[in-house]
Protein backbone atom coordinates (compact mmCIF):
# COMPACT_ATOMS: atom_id res chain seq x y z
CA UNK A 1 0.00 0.00 0.00
CA UNK A 2 1.65 3.03 -1.21
CA UNK A 3 -1.02 5.29 -0.84
CA UNK A 4 -1.69 8.43 1.03
CA UNK A 5 -5.30 9.47 1.33
CA UNK A 6 -6.63 12.81 2.22
CA UNK A 7 -10.40 13.68 3.09
CA UNK A 8 -12.40 15.16 2.51
CA UNK A 9 -11.91 15.65 -1.73
CA UNK A 10 -13.54 18.93 -1.53
CA UNK A 11 -14.29 21.55 1.41
CA UNK A 12 -16.52 25.35 1.41
CA UNK A 13 -16.39 27.45 4.45
CA UNK A 14 -17.66 30.30 5.98
CA UNK A 15 -15.02 32.74 7.63
CA UNK A 16 -16.50 31.57 11.14
CA UNK A 17 -16.31 28.13 10.50
CA UNK A 18 -14.38 25.41 12.29
CA UNK A 19 -13.44 22.49 9.98
CA UNK A 20 -10.90 19.94 9.86
CA UNK A 21 -8.74 18.33 7.32
CA UNK A 22 -7.49 15.00 7.37
CA UNK A 23 -4.93 12.83 6.13
CA UNK A 24 -4.18 9.36 6.21
CA UNK A 25 -0.89 6.83 5.66
CA UNK A 26 0.00 3.22 5.95
CA UNK A 27 3.26 2.60 4.96
CA UNK A 28 5.02 3.23 7.99
CA UNK A 29 6.06 6.20 7.51
CA UNK A 30 7.45 8.63 10.50
CA UNK A 31 7.70 11.99 8.53
CA UNK A 32 4.18 13.91 7.54
CA UNK A 33 3.84 17.27 5.82
CA UNK A 34 1.16 20.22 5.09
CA UNK A 35 1.51 21.80 2.39
CA UNK A 36 -0.80 24.66 0.79
CA UNK A 37 -1.03 25.55 -3.24
CA UNK A 38 -2.39 27.96 -4.86
CA UNK A 39 -3.23 28.07 -8.66
CA UNK A 40 0.13 27.79 -10.71
CA UNK A 41 2.22 28.09 -8.06
CA UNK A 42 4.31 25.30 -5.96
CA UNK A 43 4.03 23.83 -2.79
CA UNK A 44 4.53 25.85 -0.40
CA UNK A 45 5.46 24.19 2.74
CA UNK A 46 3.17 24.15 6.37
CA UNK A 47 4.15 21.57 8.66
CA UNK A 48 6.44 18.84 9.46
CA UNK A 49 5.71 15.83 11.82
CA UNK A 50 8.25 13.98 12.80
CA UNK A 51 7.73 10.72 14.59
CA UNK A 52 4.28 12.45 15.66
CA UNK A 53 5.76 15.76 17.31
CA UNK A 54 6.01 19.32 15.24
CA UNK A 55 9.70 19.36 13.73
CA UNK A 56 9.02 22.21 11.32
CA UNK A 57 6.12 25.57 11.26
CA UNK A 58 6.76 27.58 8.42
CA UNK A 59 5.60 30.78 10.13
CA UNK A 60 1.88 29.78 9.54
CA UNK A 61 -1.03 32.05 11.15
CA UNK A 62 -2.79 30.19 14.28
CA UNK A 63 -5.87 30.03 12.36
CA UNK A 64 -4.20 26.54 11.32
CA UNK A 65 -3.50 23.78 13.70
CA UNK A 66 -1.94 20.63 12.80
CA UNK A 67 -1.89 17.95 14.97
CA UNK A 68 -0.83 14.16 14.70
CA UNK A 69 -2.82 11.91 16.69
CA UNK A 70 -0.66 8.95 15.80
CA UNK A 71 1.65 7.83 13.45
CA UNK A 72 -0.48 6.97 10.52
CA UNK A 73 -2.72 10.02 10.91
CA UNK A 74 -2.12 14.05 10.28
CA UNK A 75 -5.08 16.71 11.09
CA UNK A 76 -5.33 20.38 10.09
CA UNK A 77 -7.59 22.08 11.96
CA UNK A 78 -9.11 25.46 10.54
CA UNK A 79 -10.82 28.12 12.57
CA UNK A 80 -11.52 32.07 11.25
CA UNK A 81 -10.25 31.55 7.79
CA UNK A 82 -10.01 34.13 5.21
CA UNK A 83 -10.73 33.79 1.63
CA UNK A 84 -7.22 34.15 0.84
CA UNK A 85 -6.53 31.06 2.52
CA UNK A 86 -8.55 29.12 -0.42
CA UNK A 87 -6.34 26.71 -1.84
CA UNK A 88 -5.28 22.92 -2.55
CA UNK A 89 -3.84 21.77 0.56
CA UNK A 90 -1.75 18.85 0.26
CA UNK A 91 -0.59 15.93 2.56
CA UNK A 92 2.53 14.19 2.13
CA UNK A 93 4.75 11.59 4.24
CA UNK A 94 7.92 9.95 3.71
CA UNK A 95 9.59 7.20 5.64
CA UNK A 96 12.41 8.27 8.04
CA UNK A 97 15.51 7.96 6.52
CA UNK A 98 14.67 7.76 2.78
CA UNK A 99 13.52 11.25 1.31
CA UNK A 100 10.65 10.24 -1.44
CA UNK A 101 7.77 12.16 -0.50
CA UNK A 102 4.04 10.24 -1.34
CA UNK A 103 2.00 12.85 -1.80
CA UNK A 104 -2.12 12.50 -1.37
CA UNK A 105 -4.55 13.40 -3.80
CA UNK A 106 -5.00 17.06 -1.54
CA UNK A 107 -8.26 18.78 -0.31
CA UNK A 108 -9.96 21.59 -2.73
CA UNK A 109 -10.82 24.25 0.04
CA UNK A 110 -12.79 27.44 -0.54
CA UNK A 111 -13.24 29.78 1.94
CA UNK A 112 -16.46 32.08 1.46
CA UNK B 1 19.20 32.69 2.43
CA UNK B 2 18.74 30.39 0.05
CA UNK B 3 16.95 31.42 -3.26
CA UNK B 4 16.11 29.04 -6.08
CA UNK B 5 15.24 29.48 -9.73
CA UNK B 6 13.43 26.72 -12.27
CA UNK B 7 13.06 27.94 -15.48
CA UNK B 8 11.62 28.04 -17.92
CA UNK B 9 8.18 28.80 -16.01
CA UNK B 10 6.68 27.40 -19.59
CA UNK B 11 7.20 25.07 -22.40
CA UNK B 12 4.80 24.89 -25.23
CA UNK B 13 6.66 21.91 -27.60
CA UNK B 14 5.51 19.62 -30.57
CA UNK B 15 4.63 16.00 -29.58
CA UNK B 16 8.05 14.26 -30.52
CA UNK B 17 10.03 17.73 -29.51
CA UNK B 18 12.66 17.70 -26.68
CA UNK B 19 12.19 19.65 -23.56
CA UNK B 20 14.29 20.54 -20.97
CA UNK B 21 13.62 22.71 -17.44
CA UNK B 22 16.40 23.63 -15.13
CA UNK B 23 16.66 24.49 -11.34
CA UNK B 24 19.23 26.50 -10.09
CA UNK B 25 20.34 27.13 -6.76
CA UNK B 26 21.98 30.30 -4.84
CA UNK B 27 23.67 27.69 -2.07
CA UNK B 28 24.81 24.09 -2.37
CA UNK B 29 22.57 21.44 -1.92
CA UNK B 30 22.35 18.18 0.04
CA UNK B 31 20.32 16.72 -2.65
CA UNK B 32 17.56 16.93 -5.22
CA UNK B 33 13.99 15.68 -6.43
CA UNK B 34 11.76 15.95 -8.65
CA UNK B 35 8.24 15.98 -9.27
CA UNK B 36 5.66 15.40 -11.99
CA UNK B 37 1.69 17.11 -11.35
CA UNK B 38 -0.22 16.28 -13.80
CA UNK B 39 -2.98 19.25 -14.61
CA UNK B 40 -5.83 18.64 -11.20
CA UNK B 41 -3.20 15.99 -10.14
CA UNK B 42 -1.12 16.09 -6.91
CA UNK B 43 2.57 15.81 -7.40
CA UNK B 44 4.21 12.55 -8.08
CA UNK B 45 7.75 11.67 -7.72
CA UNK B 46 10.04 11.16 -10.31
CA UNK B 47 13.96 11.22 -9.02
CA UNK B 48 15.82 12.01 -6.46
CA UNK B 49 19.52 12.71 -6.97
CA UNK B 50 22.41 13.16 -4.34
CA UNK B 51 25.70 12.81 -5.75
CA UNK B 52 28.08 15.71 -7.74
CA UNK B 53 27.53 14.91 -11.36
CA UNK B 54 25.07 12.51 -11.17
CA UNK B 55 23.62 11.30 -14.24
CA UNK B 56 20.00 9.22 -13.93
CA UNK B 57 17.70 7.92 -16.69
CA UNK B 58 13.98 6.47 -17.04
CA UNK B 59 13.26 5.63 -20.24
CA UNK B 60 12.84 9.09 -22.04
CA UNK B 61 13.59 11.29 -18.87
CA UNK B 62 17.67 11.89 -17.90
CA UNK B 63 18.04 13.99 -15.01
CA UNK B 64 21.68 15.60 -14.17
CA UNK B 65 22.87 17.02 -10.48
CA UNK B 66 25.67 19.60 -11.26
CA UNK B 67 29.51 19.09 -9.63
CA UNK B 68 28.88 21.93 -7.57
CA UNK B 69 25.31 20.62 -6.36
CA UNK B 70 23.83 23.82 -6.75
CA UNK B 71 22.20 23.36 -10.31
CA UNK B 72 19.62 20.48 -11.71
CA UNK B 73 18.12 19.90 -15.27
CA UNK B 74 15.54 17.27 -16.39
CA UNK B 75 15.47 16.33 -20.33
CA UNK B 76 12.31 14.61 -22.25
CA UNK B 77 13.66 13.39 -25.32
CA UNK B 78 10.67 13.11 -28.06
CA UNK B 79 8.07 14.28 -26.11
CA UNK B 80 4.75 12.69 -25.83
CA UNK B 81 1.30 14.06 -24.75
CA UNK B 82 1.02 12.37 -21.66
CA UNK B 83 4.14 14.09 -20.70
CA UNK B 84 1.60 17.04 -20.11
CA UNK B 85 2.20 18.46 -16.65
CA UNK B 86 4.45 20.79 -13.93
CA UNK B 87 7.36 19.60 -13.31
CA UNK B 88 8.76 20.93 -10.00
CA UNK B 89 12.36 20.37 -8.74
CA UNK B 90 12.48 20.23 -5.12
CA UNK B 91 15.48 20.87 -3.13
CA UNK B 92 17.10 20.02 0.80
CA UNK B 93 19.69 22.61 2.18
CA UNK B 94 21.87 20.93 4.70
CA UNK B 95 21.93 24.62 6.19
CA UNK B 96 18.95 24.92 8.55
CA UNK B 97 17.19 21.62 7.06
CA UNK B 98 15.15 23.90 4.47
CA UNK B 99 13.12 22.27 1.75
CA UNK B 100 11.84 24.52 -1.13
CA UNK B 101 9.87 23.81 -3.90
CA UNK B 102 11.28 25.23 -7.59
CA UNK B 103 8.56 27.57 -9.39
CA UNK B 104 8.01 24.49 -11.66
CA UNK B 105 7.94 24.39 -15.44
CA UNK B 106 4.34 23.78 -17.06
CA UNK B 107 4.73 21.39 -20.42
CA UNK B 108 2.49 21.52 -22.99
CA UNK B 109 2.98 19.09 -26.06
CA UNK B 110 0.36 19.71 -28.90
CA UNK B 111 -0.09 16.52 -31.07
Known amino acids: DTEVTQTPKHLVMGMTNKKSLKCEQH?????MYWYKQKAKKPPELMFV???????INESVPSRFSPECPNSSLLNLHLHALQPEDSALYLCASRLAGRDTQYFGPGTRLTVL | GQQVMQIPQYQHVQEGEDFTTYCNSSTTLSNIQWYKQRPGGHPVFLIQ?????EVKKQKRLTFQFGEAKKNSSLHITATQTTDVGTYFC???????????FGQGTELSVKP
Open chain 2, 49 to 53: LVKSG
Open chain 1, 27 to 31: MGHRA
Open chain 1, 49 to 55: YSYEKLS
Open chain 2, 90 to 100: WLFYNQGGKLI
